[in-house]
């Protein structure tokens, strides 16, 4: 049987200098694991093949510790080397039946959706998660199509209620301890709601990422009645 995966708390690496700072990716991760991060992506548009297969064997090692999944963004081939758990690819990456094929029905793969119709063929496809977004402008990813808000969240959720009965979903951009509770509220939709959050910054910029994620997983997890 597919292992249940729990997507509350989604981190999604940065190593550029202004997020990550002159800090190793792996403590960060490490710390932000030990503070409760559920599932893990390595997202990484710097370095080259070498060190992505190593970097992405040192996280590894640390996500199979806390017995959290690891996903490669992108890159199918650096999952492969690593046989890690999954991956996540975008729009402009390798389609999903062509990565479906290389890395097996037991992988992990997730697409990012911003609009109804991306969403449906992700679901037709077999995505097991959808990555939505953008959902609020950020520093961290300027290049996106689309910031779609809670309120265009929810039109994709309510979109996939039946299609994407059993897909995943996790929304992406701008969330933060201060947002993450109105996301998920103004984002609920009755016969499809999110399963969680996605976040770069709010803990890989953190001073502290094991206390930023402990925090962030609490307000996850108790959402305010309303908004
Ligand atoms: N895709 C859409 S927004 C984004 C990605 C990878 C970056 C989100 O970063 P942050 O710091 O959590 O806003
Ligand atoms: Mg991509």
Redesign the pocket.
């Given at each position: 049987m597919a292992r249940a995966v729990d997507y509350s708390l989604y981190l999604?690496t940065?190593s550029t200098p202004a997020?990550l700072g002159d800090r190793d990716l792996v403590q960060v991760v490490e710390a932000a694991l030990e503070g409760g991060v559920t599932i893990v992506q390595y997202?990484d548009k710097l370095s080259d093949t070498a060190v992505l297969v190593s970097t992405a064997k040192r996280l590894h090692a640390v996500t199979k510790k806390h017995n959290v999944p690891l996903l490669i963004?992108d890159r199918i081939d650096v999952a492969l080397a690593v046989g890690c758990e999954g991956v996540h690819i975008g729009q402009d990456d390798l389609d999903l039946p062509s990565a479906r094929r290389l890395l097996g029905k037991d992988a992990i793969i997730g697409v990012?959706v911003s609009s109804i119709d991306e969403a449906q063929t992700a679901c037709k496809d077999g995505a097991d998660y959808l990555?939505i977004?953008?959902?609020?402008a950020?520093?961290?990813?300027t290049n996106?199509k689309d910031v779609i808000g809670t309120a265009g969240t929810r039109q994709i959720l309510e979109a996939i209620s039946t299609a994407g009965k059993n897909v995943r979903t996790v929304c992406?951009?701008?969330?933060?301890a201060s947002t993450v509770q109105r996301v998920i509220f103004q984002s609920f939709h009755p016969s499809k709601s999110l399963d969680g959050v996605?976040?770069?910054?709010?803990?890989?910029?953190a001073q502290d990422p094991a206390q930023a994620s402990k925090d962030l997983l609490k307000l996850v997890k108790t959402p305010p009645p309303f908004f």
């Open positions: 999604v940065d997020i997202r963004n990012t990555g977004g953008t959902l609020f950020t520093a961290t990813k996106t992406i951009g701008g969330i933060n996605a976040i770069v910054s709010a803990i890989i910029a």
